[in-house]
């Protein structure tokens, strides 16, 4: 089975350019997780999705960034105009409900520079 | 402010060597998770703990959660080059378990 699929892996981009990020769930997962990681502040949420619906998007940092699910199988992170500070990596995550304690399962990530 | 402090921040140690490393907090969790993360990659579930005082072995990975469900630690004995990575630790709330919160990391490096 494929795991969570991402892209683009890196992305090199400009400041004041739009980044758009991808990512495709497992298969039959209902919860969906945008994270970002930084040396400094770890891993942290952005938002998160019950059955394509937005359930919290108190972790995202600015109105620069929004994030989209259209369906069960897609979603993606926008952040417009991007800025150096936005240089992280982003990693999605996915997870069936009812399985027991949260387990989730993460992509690799892609690898954003904002020069 | 850091719900979940992980120390240390770094540990470089020879293979062969034991060693332990915390996940603390002031606040209950309903179940804590370890996660290994790889360069390149994204973390990887270890084990979930659930009980207060629980113990739980992954060959030779013992994980334990506090009495209090506020802290856990990550036991290694003889250390492998394999275990080198980030370890994670991850904590869901009592009604609010849908979503986690996790630590910054220990950074582990198994010198041959």
């Known amino acids: 089975d494929a795991g969570v699929i991402q892209s683009p892996r890196h992305e090199v981009t400009e400041m004041g350019q739009e980044v758009t990020l991808r990512c495709k769930p497992i298969s039959g997962h209902d919860y969906l997780f945008w994270y970002r990681q930084t040396m400094m502040r770890g891993l942290e949420l952005l938002i998160y999705?019950?059955?394509?619906?937005?359930?919290?998007d108190s972790g995202m940092p600015e109105d620069r960034f929004s994030a989209k699910m259209p369906n069960a199988s897609f979603s993606t992170l926008k952040i417009q105009p991007s800025e150096p500070r936005d240089s992280a990596v982003y990693f999605c995550?996915?997870?069936?409900?009812?399985?027991?304690?949260?387990?989730?399962?993460f992509g690799p990530g892609t690898r954003l520079t904002v020069l | 402010t850091q719900l979940l402090e992980q120390s240390p921040q770094f540990l470089s140690i020879q293979e062969g060597e034991n060693l332990t490393v915390y996940c603390n907090s002031s606040s209950v969790f309903s179940s804590l998770q370890w996660y290994r993360q790889e360069p390149g990659e994204g973390p990887v579930l270890l084990v979930t703990?659930?009980?207060?005082?629980e113990v739980k072995k992954l060959k030779r990975l013992t994980f334990q959660f506090g009495d209090a469900r506020k802290d856990s630690s990550l036991h290694i004995t003889a250390a492998q080059p394999g275990d080198t990575g980030l370890y994670l630790c991850a904590g869901s709330f009592m009604n609010r378990d849908d979503k986690i919160i996790f630590g910054k990391g220990t950074r582990l490096h198994i010198l041959p």
């Open positions: 703990v659930v009980t207060g005082g």
């Open positions: 995550a996915s997870r069936r409900a009812g399985v027991p304690y949260n387990e989730q399962f």
């Open positions: 999705f019950n059955n394509n619906v937005p359930i919290d």
